[in-house]
C-alpha cells in the first residue's frame, strides 16, 4: 500500500502499482475503453498511502458525496493528512479499472447447487464493466485458474459453465492462488471467494494465509453455504469472516442458496462504489505493521476499510547505464 509513484496513469496505479515488485504471469489487456470512460489520471512523485472505502447508511444504502471534511484518516492513532479524495459511483463517475478474481469452490458437496453458484457467479461477470477484468479460479483437490484476466465475459462464462464438483476443498491454497495473481494488478484489486465447507487438502496454512492477504493490497468477500454435511461439516465461516474484515470486505452466508445471485449482484454493486482516498505517512517506511483508521465526522453511517498495511520502502530503480562513447 505504500511506494514511491512517477506515474501519469489511471488513479488505480496509485491503488497498487507502486507497491507492486512480485512476478505475476502477463494479464490480457482488457478491451478499450471509449474515450467518455477513461480512467481519472492523476500524477505523483511521493510516498502515498491508499485506501479504498465503502461507507453505507443504517439501510445498508451507500452513502454519497462525502468529502474530506466528512472524514478522518489515523496511522497507527495518529491523525494523518488526507491528500486525494474522490468518490467512485454511478454512471457519471470517472471509472477505475477493478481487477477480480472469483474464487469457486467446485468439490464433491457441491453436486447439488453447483448450478446456483454458476448462476451468481455468470450474473457477476455480465455485470462487469468495460474497463473491469477478471479471473476465474476453481478448487477441489487441487487448484486451476482461467489462464489470465480478460474482460471478455464470453470466455469468463465458459469456463464458470465447465465447473464439475467432485473431490475435496483446497480452500487455503485457492485463496493464496488468487491473491497472488491479482496483487500486482492496476487499479481496484478484490477477490470473491465462494465456499461450501472448511478446508480439507491445502498445503497452506490458516495464519499464514491471513497474513499474506494482509499484505497483497486486495479487498476480500467472502461467500459461503452450507454444505451437504450439513451440521456434522466443519465450518469455514469464522475463517472467512475474519479474512473479510481484516482486508475491509464483507462476508455473507446467505440461509438460502437460491439467494446466491442477489448476494453476488450486491458485491458488484459496491466494488463500484466507493471512495478512493490516498495521504502521506508521518513516519518514513520503516517494514513495520500499521493500523489504519477512517472515521466519519458527525455521521452514523458505517465505513469499511482494511485494518492496514506493511510499510515496505521500496528502493528507486537504478539509472541505466549510458552506452560507450554517448555524451
Known amino acids: 500500500m505504500i511506494g514511491r ?32 470512460a477513461r480512467p481519472f489520471t492523476l500524477e505523483v512523485d511521493v510516498d502515498v498511502v491508499s485506501v479504498t472505502a465503502v461507507v453505507h447508511d443504517k439501510a445498508g444504502r ?25 468518490e467512485v459511483s454511478g454512471p457519471a463517475a470517472e471509472k477505475t479499472p477493478l481487477s477480480v478474481v ?11 447447487n453447483m ?15 468495460d474497463v473491469d477484468s477478471a479471473l476465474v479460479v476453481d478448487f477441489n483437490e487441487g487448484v486451476r485458474g482461467s489462464a489470465e484476466f480478460t ?34 494488478k492496476a487499479g481496484r484489486k478484490a477477490v470473491i471467494v465462494f465456499s461450501d465447507g472448511a ?6 496454512k490458516e495464519d499464514e494465509l491471513l497474513d499474506y492477504a494482509r499484505s497483497v493490497e486486495a479487498t476480500v468477500y467472502c461467500v459461503g453455504i452450507r454444505g451437504e ?3 456434522l461439516a466443519r465450518s469455514p465461516r469464522g475463517f472467512m469472516r475474519k479474512l473479510a474484515k481484516e482486508t475491509g470486505g464483507d462476508f455473507f452466508f446467505p440461509d438460502r442458496v437460491g439467494d446466491l445471485i442477489k448476494v453476488f449482484s450486491g458485491i458488484s454493486d459496491e466494488l463500484h462504489n466507493h471512495y478512493l482516498l490516498a495521504y502521506t505517512p508521518k513516519r518514513p517506511p520503516d517494514s513495520s505493521w500499521r493500523a489504519i483508521e477512517v472515521r466519519l465526522k458527525n455521521r452514523d453511517d458505517e465505513i469499511r476499510v482494511r485494518k492496514g498495511y506493511f510499510a515496505v520502502k521500496h528502493r528507486r530503480p537504478e539509472p541505466a547505464a549510458l552506452p560507450a562513447g554517448s555524451n
Open 229 to 231: 454435511s450439513g451440521l
Open 199 to 204: 478446508d480439507n487438502r491445502s498445503s497452506m
Open 62 to 86: 451507500f452513502v454519497r458525496g462525502l468529502g474530506t471534511k466528512d472524514i478522518e484518516v489515523y496511522e497507527d492513532g495518529a491523525r494523518q493528512d488526507v491528500s486525494y479524495f474522490r
Open 5 to 36: 509513484l512517477r506515474v501519469v496513469a489511471a488513479v488505480a496505479a496509485l491503488l497498487g502499482a507502486a507497491g507492486a515488485r512480485a512476478q505475476a504471469p502477463s494479464a490480457a489487456p482488457s478491451p478499450p475503453a471509449s474515450p467518455s
Open 115 to 129: 448450478h446456483f453458484l454458476q448462476e451468481a457467479a455468470i450474473t457477476f461477470v455480465q455485470r462487469l464493466e
Open 102 to 112: 472469483l474464487v469457486l469452490d467446485a468439490s464433491g458437496s457441491m453436486r447439488n
Open 151 to 184: 474482460g471478455d465475459t464470453d470466455r469468463l462464462e465458459q469456463f464458470v459453465e465447465a465447473l464439475q464438483a467432485w473431490g475435496g476443498t483446497a480452500l487455503y491454497d485457492a485463496i493464496y492462488y488468487g491473491l497472488n495473481h491479482v496483487k500486482d
